[in-house]
Nanobody, 126 residues
Framework: VQLQASGGGLVQAGGSLRLSCAAS????????MGWFRQAPGKEREFVAG????????YYADSVKGRFTISRDNAKNTVFLQMNSLKPEDTAVYYC????????????????????WGQGTQVTVSS
């Protein structure tokens, strides 16, 4: 599976960005999708995940109510809508995927994902 993330950029605090991650190589609807981020000097952390059916979504507490993950299985793409951005959201954002059997299971640990995109930089200025 190949993943290509895009949509990052520089935005002022309170602004919005929409990240996209296009997948290719396998049947997209068989794969759970996740977004992670890594700030300088910090561990890569889970941001949001969506089940392969799209019926289940999960968010880190730090982004709940501000970020929304969604997927379009017909276009093999997952999105992360980020609103009310804060300077602490500044990081490189990575999309990740892995095959799962369950239609509703979403892993939170980065070690549970086998395939990763190249990352896209999000910078939020104060």
């Amino acid at each position: 599976v190949q993943l290509q993330a895009s949509g990052g950029g520089l935005v002022q605090a309170g602004g919005s960005l929409r990240l996209s991650c296009a997948a290719s190589g396998r049947t997209f609807s068989n794969y759970v999708m996740g977004w992670f981020r890594q700030a300088p000097g910090k561990e890569r952390e889970f941001v949001a995940g969506i089940s392969k059916s799209g019926g289940s979504t999960y968010y880190a507490d730090s982004v709940k109510g501000r970020f929304t993950i969604s997927r379009d299985n017909a276009k093999n793409t997952v999105f992360l809508q980020m609103n009310s951005l804060k300077p602490e959201d500044t990081a490189v954002y990575y999309c990740a995927t892995d095959f799962v059997a369950s239609s509703y299971y979403v892993p939170f640990a980065k070690d549970d994902y086998d395939y990763w995109g190249q990352g896209t930089q999000v910078t939020v200025s104060s």
